[in-house]
Each structure stands twice: as C-alpha cells, then as structure tokens.
C-alpha cells in the first residue's frame, strides 16, 4: 500500500484531468515541471484579486502584499529548515545562480578554483565556467563514473585542494536520478576552507531538506518542479547573504531579491508548500524516526516528503521491473534495487536504436509526456557518449503517477520496441 491516497490527491490537480482522444493524459515529464494543485491557482488568482501592488506603499493593497510575501518566506524557510531572512526569491534557479556566481566571483582572483560536476545541469556549470573566463579562475570539474551515472568521489577529493574557493554541486541529477551524498561534499569542502552551494531542484521535489543539517552554504530549487509556479529560490547563510558583495540598486532593501519581484507567483509557491504540509498532515508518519526534532509546519513538511519519497519509489520499482522487461532497452542510473535510496524516481533509457525523439513524440500522440535529448543535463550526455546522438528518453515519476500510468507506458513502449 503507498503511504498516500493517490486517487484522492490527483483530485486537487486540475491539469491531470486533461484528455487527449478521450483518454486522461499521464505527466511523466515532472523533472522538467509538475502540475499545480487548485489552491496554488488560487493563491495566485486571489493576489491579483485582492493585494496586487507594490512593495512599501501607505495603503491596503500593498500592506497586503507584503504581509503575503513575509509570509511566503516563512512557509519557504519552513520546507528548507532555515531563517525567513535567509530565503531570497527570484525568477528562476538559473538566473539566482548566475547572481550568486557573479557575487562570489567578485571575491575571487586569478589562480582560484571553482570545483563542478559532470553529473549537474548547465545551471550548475554555466555560470561558474562564465566567471572562469572573465575572471581567471580556474574551474575543475569532476568525473561520473559512467556505469552507474554517480559522481566519482575519489575525483572530487582530488579536485578539492588548497586554492578551492568554491564547489557547486548538485544534490540530484535531474537525468539519471543520482542522489550525491551532499553532507560528505560539504565536508569536504568546509575542510579545504571552500563554500558550498547545492543545486537542489531536482532533489527538492522527492526528499525532504535540512539546510543547517548537510551544513551547505547556499542551496538553489525552484518552485515549478515542486508544484508551484515559475519561480525560483535561494537560500544562503546569513552571514554571506550579508557580507557577499551585491548586485543592487540604490534604494533597494534586500541585497538579493532585485527589481520588483513575481508577486503572485510567490504567492503560489508559499501555496504549494502549504499544499505539501496538508499531504503530511494527511498521510505523514509524524512520529517516523529522525522527525522527533521538527515541530509544526517543519515536521508536517517531512512527514510529507518521507511519504511522497516512499510512494514514489514504491511506484519507480514497477517502472524498473516494467521497462527491464522490453526487449533491446539500455538504462542510465542506479538500477540495482538495494541502491535505490541513492536516486530519484527519475530515469533516461533508449529503446534498441530508436532516436530518443521517435520515442517520446510516439507517446505525446498517445497522451504520455516525456522529455528526450539532454535536459539541460549537456555534459552527462557527452561524458555518456549520447550528445551527438539526440541524448535519451527520460521518464520522471511524481507523487500524483498511478501504477495503470505506469503500465500503459511500459506496454507502449513494448509496442514501439518491436
Ligand atoms: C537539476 C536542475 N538544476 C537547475 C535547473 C534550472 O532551473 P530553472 O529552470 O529554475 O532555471 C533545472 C531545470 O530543469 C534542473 O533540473
């Protein structure tokens, strides 16, 4: 039995009701974005509504308006276990990340290192590469072990040495569903006198997260990926949130959150999250080991994830079993089942030696969403020898993913085998 009522929460969905030639649609394309429960399009239709304004003003609206946001930071803290102060919004995980790298590239000189991965999205590596040429700082990037698509920690020891300023790494690979043991590299890190920011939008949406746990210095997700809208999140200890040199106007307040922000689009992410605690409330194991130090919305949050993690994954050992049956398939991640606390539900596969494109625009005719090519995921594809080739199918499972999904998708990708 998955520890939660799927049937009863597809019902808060209203995009999975969608039909194609009379049958519902199945999202299996949730790393590239999940749907949103109704509360999020109401939380972000009432903003508009009732509180549309700008930030500071003498008046209902805005008051109104800034109440919400403060809020929103909270209920943000409460999903990551940190400090409203220390949650900045933006639009987007790319986008913060190209800030972050921007401040803290202006602490470094020449002849410093940037350390990354070959397992992270080009969200990861692009802005520390981008800094390396306008800086010359040296920028090392770590190995995958292609066999099983994990980060080759021997690597990572060796590239992290007396001249490391900074590591970024990802704490899920949004390809292969790697899960990097992100509290040893912030170790690590810390121990060569590096800081550390994590990339956390492929992790955030299947694990619950303790920022002061893993101990990592800035942690990027994004809302779209965890049932919110467009809209991403940096959280930074305060200390550097304070003393990083920002990029800021004049009379603005916060050194981070730049402009006017997307107001009603953090309204539906603070509703998303709520959404998440009510899933906890409902179908958590309060009292679960290792949740005895969360209390309120904090506890409800982890019990919500612990159940979506086990749901997911009790769902994902289906879509492995299903997919090893097809004749010709090839499978990148972690596929031995004693492993699968080290992944997401989240896998890329090709059928024999149908482009990944057949594939996948196969199954968008017959209402199945999934994603081929790279991701964004460009230097795995390459270190996987698939770049040149149009990358791989990926499939992505979610909390709201049905076991009669999962058995259509394998049966049409039996089909499209043969
Ligand atoms: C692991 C990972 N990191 C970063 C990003 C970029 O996020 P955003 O679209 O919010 O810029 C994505 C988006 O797919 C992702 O999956």
């Known amino acids: 039995m998955p520890a939660i009522d799927v049937p009863a929460i597809r019902h808060r969905f209203p995009a999975l009701a969608i039909t194609e030639g009379g049958r519902p649609v199945a999202y299996f394309d949730g790393p590239g974005g999940t749907q949103v429960p109704q509360t999020v399009i109401d939380a972000m239709t009432r903003y508009l509504r009732t509180m549309n304004a700008n930030h500071g003003g003498h008046f209902l609206t805005s008051q109104r308006s800034d109440a919400l946001l403060e809020h929103a930071h909270e209920v943000v803290a409460d999903l990551l276990c940190a400090d409203p102060d220390e949650v900045k919004f933006g639009a987007n995980m790319t986008t913060l990340n190209f800030a972050l790298s921007r401040s803290i590239g202006a602490t470094l000189g020449p002849g410093d290192e940037v350390v990354v991965t070959w397992l992270d999205h080009e969200a990861n590596v692009g802005p520390w590469e981008a800094l ?3 800086r010359d700082v040296v920028v090392r990037r770590v190995d995958v072990r292609t066999d099983d698509c994990t980060l080759d920690l021997d ?21 292969v569903g790697t899960i990097n043991p992100v509290a040893e590299i912030v170790r690590l890190a810390h121990d060569a006198g590096a800081t550390v920011s994590v990339d956390a939008v492929a992790y955030a949406p299947h694990v619950g997260i303790d920022v002061r746990e893993v101990d990592c210095d800035f942690l990027l997700c994004s809302a779209y990926k965890f ?8 959280y930074g200890k305060r200390a550097l949130l304070d003393s990083l040199p920002a990029f800021k106007v004049r009379p603005a307040e916060d050194r981070w959150e730049t402009g006017t922000q997307n107001h009603e689009g953090i309204a539906g992410t603070a509703a998303a999250v709520e959404y998440l605690a009510e899933v906890g409330e409902r179908f958590g194991t309060p009292f679960a080991e290792g949740l005895s130090r969360y209390g309120g919305r904090r506890l409800a949050l982890k019990a919500a994830m612990a159940a979506i993690r086990s749901t997911e994954m009790e769902l994902f050992g289906r879509l492995v ?9 090839r499978m990148w991640g972690i596929l031995d089942r004693a492993r699968f606390d080290e992944r997401c539900p989240t896998i890329a596969f090709r ?9 996948t625009e196969a199954l968008g005719r017959l209402g ?10 460009t230097g795995l594809m390459e270190r996987l020898g698939l770049a040149e080739s149009g990358g791989a199918v990926r499939v992505g499972l979610m909390h709201y993913n049905t076991p009669d999904e999962v058995d259509r998708l394998v049966d049409a990708l039996r089909d499209l085998a043969r």
């Open 132 to 134: 390396a040429r306008e």
């Open 155 to 175: 690597a990572l020891r060796d590239a992290i040495g007396p001249r490391t300023r900074h590591v970024a790494v990802g704490w899920a690979s949004n390809a």
């Open 227 to 234: 049932y919110g809208p467009h809209v991403g999140v940096l």
């Open 321 to 329: 079993d299903g997919l090893e049956s097809l004749p010709g398939i």
């Open 351 to 359: 059928l024999a030696d149908q482009p990944p494109s057949v594939t």
């Open 368 to 377: 199945m969403f999934a994603w081929d090519g790279d991701y964004y995921a």
